[in-house]
């Protein structure tokens, strides 16, 4: 787990991040609110207005239940506000095995400011690192500049477009594919 936490200044929030494999407690619930909110806002990982709580609820569910998959899961105040996702090529890749993809970063509008997306996308990346990858990508829709934002801080590089990447709001969105070589020195 990595912990940020100032002294309590005027009630600032305790931020963590954290890899989970099961739920416990209020979990499934904070990250179905937490992903629902990021929907609202227009950064849903695919879905333009949220799915009913079942299918929320089931689409979590199974995330943790796929092996090539890390879920991590940001906390303010130890309820869950955001999520990333390491996802592992699978067995059959072999041409990719020194490759992950970071998925389904997110963080709910009302916990931004406190620094969780880059100790979501650090953790994720570190993560990548143990494992062993050489390599992580992502990608992301031209709306969702919060995140193109962490990432580019982050070192990653943009090494394409795609402009008919999702259909949103009547329109065509582009997307950016990113990259970011993990056995580079900093």
């Known amino acids: 787990m990595n912990?940020?936490?100032?002294?309590?200044?005027?009630g600032a929030p305790k931020t963590a991040v954290e890899q989970i494999t099961e739920f416990s407690g209020s979990d499934l619930h904070d990250l179905c609110d937490a992903a629902d909110a990021a929907i609202v806002d227009g950064g849903g990982f695919g879905w333009l207005t949220p799915p009913p709580r079942e299918v929320m609820e089931a689409y979590w569910k199974g995330v943790l239940l796929i092996p090539e998959r890390q879920v991590f899961v940001g906390r303010l105040d130890g309820m869950i506000a955001g999520s990333a996702q390491l996802l592992h090529p699978p067995k059959n890749?072999?041409?990719?095995?020194?490759?992950?993809?970071?998925?389904?970063?997110?963080?709910?509008?009302?916990?931004?400011?406190?620094?969780?997306a880059p100790q979501l996308v650090s953790i994720a990346e570190a993560a990548a690192r143990k494992v062993g990858f050489e390599v992580l990508n992502l990608d992301v829709r031209e709306t969702q500049e919060r995140a193109i934002q962490v990432y580019e801080q982050m070192d990653f590089v943009r090494w394409g477009t795609h402009p008919y990447y999702a259909y949103a709001g009547g329109r065509w969105l582009k997307g950016h594919y990113y990259y970011k070589d993990l056995t580079a020195q900093t």
């Not at 072999?94 to 969780?116: D, I, K, S, Y």
Request: glycine fraction near 16%.
């Open 93 to 116: 890749n072999e041409a990719g095995a020194a490759c992950g993809n970071l998925t389904t970063f997110f963080v709910a509008p009302w916990a931004r400011g406190h620094g969780l």
């Open 3 to 10: 912990e940020n936490s100032s002294p309590n200044q005027g």
